[in-house]
């Protein structure tokens, strides 16, 4: 990138901090004024994510990170964005669940609360932040400012139980984010530097006195990230806290428990690959034991669900663990198709919460035990006549409409044929059940895991259908336009992915490949570093 050009990769930054400071200081009153604001800056944001993920498209094998610098401080000392295309891919995910789930809020739950619009701008703001960074200090700093925004988001509309399950979630991230702060600072005090690239390629040289040390500040670093991930056990707070937030806040919220995979799946195989000498593969068997009992949990949490919400939560965990699992495997392959799962799999549960509002919100309390009742003994609302009997149910439009929305994301979660989920589970699993090679004890737990984890989300998503659209077909509420596109709209993008997956594999296998080639990207970020033992100055 030459002259302006250069400048692109802190505006996804800027941008919605400056939206969200003059939001600030409209005030509440003027309503229009911030969502009108609201959608510039999401717009805004998704442009640039977008030219973005082009410019680290066009980015040469062994040359794909692109490297700003504030101040023009030598990236060892200063505050650095990295751009390579993880972090772009990273960029357009989260772009398009904010435009998503800011249009479905316009509808009305912007109204339901204080600063929604800024604590929106602040966690893009956030997420946009964690992924170009870096630093592994900038990393904490904005994470803090996306899980302050999320604290807000979580808590808006407040209801006993919103507030409830929303300060489980805060104090259980404070305390990761205190680990991650104890993570950080004794990585510095052994290596002298929190820059990624500069610690990739310090690592190898630690010396063999400093190396124990050094690894229990990357396991304390580790554990915050996947606390964030929610892995098993640590992921008890998450369908409690997704299930009672309001259906544009779950949505984004979907892609928060992403950023702890990003994290581990950045600096595992940037600081622990192969050509980390004695500390190679460090915390991988965690990784692969901790993913597949997650998986094990949200598959219990799924069936055991008595609501959409939670059951959806359950999904969440499901997919964290299918990707922390997927990473440990260390396979350029596997890494590939645990990309393109991250995208489908983000994309169908933000669908999911978002349309979970649109059909529970016309049902009454009780319905459900209503419906089993009627059932069981064979009570009728009402007697109908041979003339209607004859007629048949007319099915309203917006019904079928989210009839077939929900299907679709039964599908997509559950990995089933022929949408985006399956393809996703079926590229990660090819590389380990190549012909020709004997598949590992991992890799076969790994299949049997995501087979059974299948089986119970399709089975927990037939009984949600038939107890919504069969046993209660009347109560789905009125919907709008502007609630029901944003549905459609992220939908749609999975039905693309499924017709059109060769561009996107492509692109993910070049990201993957990278990935697995740590030198690309610390050889992208000129540090000047000292050589080791030559003095810490950050």
């Known amino acids: 990138?030459?002259?302006?050009?250069?400048?692109?990769?802190?505006?996804?930054?800027?941008?919605?901090?400056?939206?969200?400071?003059?939001?600030?200081?409209?005030?509440?009153?003027?309503?229009?004024?911030?969502?009108?604001?609201?959608?510039?800056?999401?717009?805004?944001?998704?442009?640039?994510?977008?030219?973005?993920?082009?410019?680290?498209?066009?980015?040469?094998?062994?040359?794909?990170?692109?490297?700003?610098?504030?101040?023009?401080?030598?990236?060892?000392?200063?505050?650095?964005?990295?751009?390579?295309?993880?972090?772009?891919?990273?960029?357009?995910?989260?772009?398009?669940?904010?435009?998503?789930?800011?249009?479905?809020?316009?509808?009305?739950?912007?109204?339901?609360?204080?600063?929604?619009?800024?604590?929106?701008q602040f966690q893009i703001m956030g997420l946009n932040g964690a992924f170009l960074t870096g630093d592994l200090f900038n990393l904490f700093v904005f994470f803090e400012v996306m899980l302050a925004a999320s604290y807000g988001l979580a808590l808006h509309g407040s209801t006993r139980l919103r507030v409830q399950s929303a300060m489980h979630y805060i104090v259980i991230n404070l305390v990761a984010s205190l680990l991650f702060l104890i993570g950080v600072s004794v990585i510095y005090g052994v290596t002298g530097t929190l820059n990624m690239a500069d610690l990739a390629g310090r690592i190898p040289s630690i010396a063999a006195a400093d190396r124990g040390l050094m690894e229990a500040g990357c396991a304390v670093l580790g554990v915050a990230f996947v606390i964030k991930a929610a892995i098993w056990p640590l992921g008890f707070w998450l369908p409690t806290t997704y299930a009672a937030a309001s259906a544009p806040a779950a949505a984004m919220l979907s892609i928060l428990s992403k950023v702890g995979i990003y994290a581990i799946l950045r600096l595992w195989l940037l600081l622990f690959g192969d050509d980390a000498g004695a500390s190679a593969g460090f915390g991988g068997t965690w990784l692969l034991v901790g993913g597949l009992a997650t998986i094990g949990f949200g598959s219990v949490v799924?069936?055991?669900?008595?609501?959409?919400?939670?059951?959806?939560?359950?999904?969440?965990?499901?997919?964290?663990?299918?990707?922390?699992?997927?990473?440990?495997?260390?396979?350029?392959?596997?890494?590939?198709?645990?990309?393109?799962?991250?995208?489908?799999?983000?994309?169908?549960?933000?669908?999911?919460?978002?349309?979970?509002?649109?059909?529970?919100?016309?049902?009454?309390?009780?319905?459900?035990?209503?419906?089993?009742?009627?059932?069981?003994?064979?009570?009728?609302?009402?007697?109908?006549?041979?003339?209607?009997?004859?007629?048949?149910?007319?099915?309203?439009?917006?019904?079928?409409?989210?009839?077939?929305?929900f299907i679709a994301c039964a599908l997509i979660l559950a990995g089933l044929?022929?949408?985006?989920?399956?393809?996703?589970?079926?590229?990660?699993?090819?590389?380990?059940?190549?012909?020709?090679?004997?598949?590992?004890?991992?890799?076969?737990?790994?299949?049997?895991?995501?087979?059974?984890?299948?089986?119970?989300?399709?089975?927990?998503?037939?009984?949600?259908?038939?107890?919504?659209?069969w046993a209660s077909p009347d109560s789905v509420a009125r919907i709008r336009l502007v609630e029901i596109g944003p549905v459609l709209l992220l939908l749609g993008l999975c039905i693309a992915l499924t017709a059109k997956p060769q561009p996107v594999m492509q692109y993910l296998g070049a990201a993957a490949a990278s990935l697995h080639q740590p030198q690309d990207y610390a050889g992208g970020v000129p540090t000047d570093r000292p050589p080791p033992g030559e003095g810490k100055a950050r």
Not at 320 to 347: C, D, E, P
Not at 354 to 372: P, Y
Not at 438 to 458: D, Q
């Open 417 to 469: 044929p022929p949408l985006s989920g399956f393809v996703g589970k079926l590229a990660m699993l090819v590389p380990l059940l190549a012909p020709g090679e004997a598949p590992s004890a991992g890799a076969w737990v790994l299949l049997g895991a995501l087979l059974v984890s299948g089986l119970v989300t399709t089975i927990a998503m037939v009984r949600t259908g038939i107890d919504v659209f």
């Open 1 to 120: 990138m030459s002259g302006w050009g250069d400048h692109l990769l802190i505006l996804p930054i800027l941008v919605p901090l400056i939206a969200g400071a003059v939001m600030i200081l409209i005030g509440e009153r003027r309503r229009r004024t911030l969502a009108a604001l609201g959608v510039v800056s999401t717009l805004a944001v998704a442009a640039l994510a977008l030219a973005l993920l082009g410019i680290a498209g066009t980015a040469e094998p062994g040359a794909m990170v692109r490297v700003y610098r504030l101040g023009d401080w030598p990236a060892a000392f200063g505050i650095v964005l990295v751009l390579d295309r993880l972090a772009a891919v990273m960029l357009v995910l989260t772009s398009v669940l904010a435009l998503a789930a800011l249009v479905f809020a316009l509808a009305r739950w912007h109204r339901a609360g204080t600063y929604f619009h800024p604590l929106f």
């Open 302 to 405: 799924v069936l055991a669900a008595q609501s959409a919400a939670r059951l959806v939560g359950g999904c969440v965990l499901v997919s964290s663990g299918t990707l922390l699992a997927a990473i440990a495997m260390g396979v350029v392959g596997v890494t590939q198709g645990a990309l393109f799962y991250l995208a489908s799999s983000v994309l169908g549960i933000a669908a999911f919460f978002l349309l979970i509002e649109l059909f529970e919100r016309g049902r009454d309390a009780g319905a459900d035990v209503l419906a089993v009742t009627r059932e069981a003994f064979g009570e009728e609302d009402e007697v109908l006549s041979e003339s209607e009997e004859s007629a048949g149910i007319a099915i309203p439009v917006g019904t079928a409409v989210l009839g077939l929305s």
